[in-house]
């Protein structure tokens, strides 16, 4: 089983949509997980951290389940500017952090 | 906000030639440095962890004789990709880190190589 798996889409929804993403985890023992941004031939940029209790910012929502051991993104009201690929990453308790393959998202007008 | 520069940005080079890449951080102290590799259509690999005044810690798989790391400052370490073939072609990007907190990672703009 892969350490961090996403299904790599790509989900491509109209502008306004609500859309979400979920990501897998191996690990039981990972401490910390988070959602980065990765726009084509760039470098990732963190969009947000995800906590336990769930969290959010703006028109999008982090939620982690530690049980099922998956986490969860949720864009709403989408932009033409969200159109990137979405990193799921996981801290696995080794000081390293493990990144997913991504989430394409396409936004269109 | 943190700023993590690598120098250059993209480098095409004939198989076989040696090729530095740079990563610095330009306002603030970073006591460690990761250096990920990036293939299309994949995810970041972790290839080695980068600690100022020490030897690098380099992820299984990844040849340290091939990928030669130093972190001599606290604001800069390289990679030196030796006698490159086509193989190593990829997207290399280096993070720092700031503090104690290894999940607070800045980002480089990532260095494009081509081997020929």
């Known amino acids: 089983r892969k350490e961090v798996e996403q299904d790599p889409g790509p989900f491509n929804v109209p502008e306004g949509a609500t859309v979400a993403f979920n990501c897998t985890y191996s690990?039981?023992?990972?401490?910390?997980f988070f959602w980065y941004r990765q726009d084509c031939r760039k470098e990732p940029k963190l969009l947000m951290s995800?906590?336990?209790s769930g969290n959010e910012d703006g028109r999008f929502t982090a939620q982690l389940n530690r049980a099922s051991q998956y986490i969860s993104l949720l864009i709403r009201d989408s932009k033409l500017s969200d159109s990137a690929t979405y990193l799921c990453v996981v801290n696995g308790g080794y000081s390293t952090l493990t990144f997913g393959k991504g989430t394409m998202l396409l936004v269109s007008p | 906000g943190a700023v993590v520069s690598q120098h250059p940005s993209w480098v095409i080079c004939k198989s076989g030639t040696s090729v530095k890449i740079e990563c610095r951080s330009l306002d603030f102290q970073a006591t460690t440095m990761f250096w990920y590799r990036q293939f299309p259509k994949q995810s970041l690999m972790l290839m080695a962890t980068s600690n100022e005044g020490s030897k690098a810690t380099y992820e299984q798989g990844v040849e340290k004789d091939k990928f030669l790391i130093n972190h001599a400052s606290l604001t800069l370490s390289t990679l030196t990709v030796t006698s490159a073939h086509p193989e190593d072609s990829s997207f290399y990007i280096c993070s720092a880190v700031p503090g104690p907190l290894i999940e607070t990672q800045y980002f480089g703009p990532g260095t494009r190589l081509l081997v020929l």
């Open positions: 690990n039981s023992a990972s401490q910390s």
């Open positions: 995800v906590y336990s």
